[in-house]
């Protein structure tokens, strides 16, 4: 596998220029032909973060040379195309199927044009409902192939305020660099269970994002 050296440029920026969104793109070599940087003008159609992912994988791809992202400098004009959050997960649907005592709960969640599933299963109360959507909450998150991370539920309820209900969800989510708690809320609208989602995906979208991104 080729590293970063001995790299003819123009071959770069020409992949580059190919891909979709990017308009400019001019790459850096220092004395010894090693990258020094990789300059990219693009539309505000994709994330920055997803377009050094594309260069990225054009260029192992074309090339077979591995580029360090922290090389890739993203600067993008307003084109009138909106700009796309892939980071985040989105609400789909929530289910729930009863078996007697016993409840399932089902939850699809999207993120970047994918679609993600968590299941979690217990007794049918309605309190014991709230968390078993929270639980497939996560469980559809990990679907979606978390590296070093686990989440798990510490509780879920609802509370009163403002004459408004507002579900509540307490997590513990443990990474390569230790533990934390995180809590999320949501106003209940008129859907428990949507909001019971919407409360956990506050919890954890965040933290998410701020992974993702190192």
């Given amino acids: 596998m080729a590293l970063e ?3 003819n440029a123009s ?11 990017v308009i400019a793109v001019s790459v850096v070599t220092d004395d010894e032909d090693e990258i ?4 990219v003008l693009s539309g505000s159609g ?7 992912r594309d260069v990225e994988s054009a260029v192992m791809a074309r090339l077979g ?3 360090n992202h922290k090389k890739i400098n993203v600067a993008q004009v ?10 985040r997960f989105k609400f789909s649907d929530v289910s729930i199927s009863l078996n007697g005592s016993r409840s399932e709960a089902t939850v699809r ?3 970047d044009g994918s679609i993600y599933s968590g299941s979690a299963s217990g007794t049918g109360s309605s309190t014991s409902q709230m968390k078993l959507i929270a639980n497939a909450t996560l469980r559809a998150i990990e679907d979606s192939g978390l590296e070093n991370t686990s989440i798990i539920l510490e509780d879920a309820g609802e509370a009163a305020i403002g004459g408004k209900r507002v579900a509540l969800v307490l997590v513990n989510m443990l990474t390569d660099r230790g533990e934390e708690i995180l809590s999320g809320s949501a106003v209940i609208k008129q859907d428990v269970w949507k909001g019971v989602v919407n409360a956990t995906l506050a919890a ?3 933290k998410l994002c701020v992974l993702a991104e190192r």
């Fill in 65 to 67: 040379i591995v580029l």
């Fill in 78 to 87: 307003d084109d009138g195309a909106p700009l796309i959050d892939h980071s």
């Fill in 204 to 206: 954890v979208n965040r």
């Fill in 5 to 7: 050296r001995q790299v």
């Fill in 11 to 21: 071959d770069i920026e020409a992949i580059v220029c190919r891909l979709r969104d």
């Fill in 109 to 111: 969640m999207m993120k």
């Fill in 36 to 39: 020094s940087e990789i300059h």
């Fill in 46 to 52: 994709r994330s920055p973060k997803q377009v050094v």
